[in-house]
């Protein structure tokens, strides 16, 4: 409970930006590699963005390559998604996550989710 907390969805019009924040308990933070998910209604959810722990290595979905970026800061056990350039197809509900540190673009521990912030983008 409360061990990963997304915030920073919002409504904008295509084009726009958005930038998601994840705070996480120091345990489930530490050490661990990061990711971001997504889900849109009626669909599965989906890789978006990844980090490792030291921050060199990042992985991202093809459909948000050069618009998205992650980011984190260990200090304050918070991972961040840059977000331009937005489409009405990066509606969604975003949830941030531990992945595994060798696959990036598989989650950590399954079933393994804080609320979700949504993201909504208008034509």
């Known amino acids: 409970q409360g061990q990963l907390v997304e915030s920073g969805g919002g409504l904008v019009q295509t084009g726009g930006s958005l930038t998601l924040s994840c705070v996480a308990a120091?345990?489930?933070?530490?050490?661990?590699?990061m990711g971001w998910f997504r889900q849109a209604p009626g669909k599965e959810r989906e890789f978006v963005a990844a980090i490792n722990w030291s921050g060199s290595t990042t992985s991202y979905a093809d459909s948000v390559k050069g618009r998205f970026t992650v980011s984190r800061d260990n200090a304050k056990s918070t991972i961040s998604l840059q977000m331009n350039g937005l489409l009405p197809e990066d509606t969604a509900l975003y949830y941030c996550?531990?992945?595994?540190?060798?696959?990036?673009?598989?989650?950590?521990?399954?079933?393994?989710w804080g609320p979700g912030t949504q993201v909504t983008v208008s034509s």
């Open positions: 996550t531990p992945v595994n540190p060798k696959y990036l673009n598989l989650p950590l521990i399954r079933n393994f």
């Open positions: 120091t345990r489930t933070f530490r050490a661990n590699a």
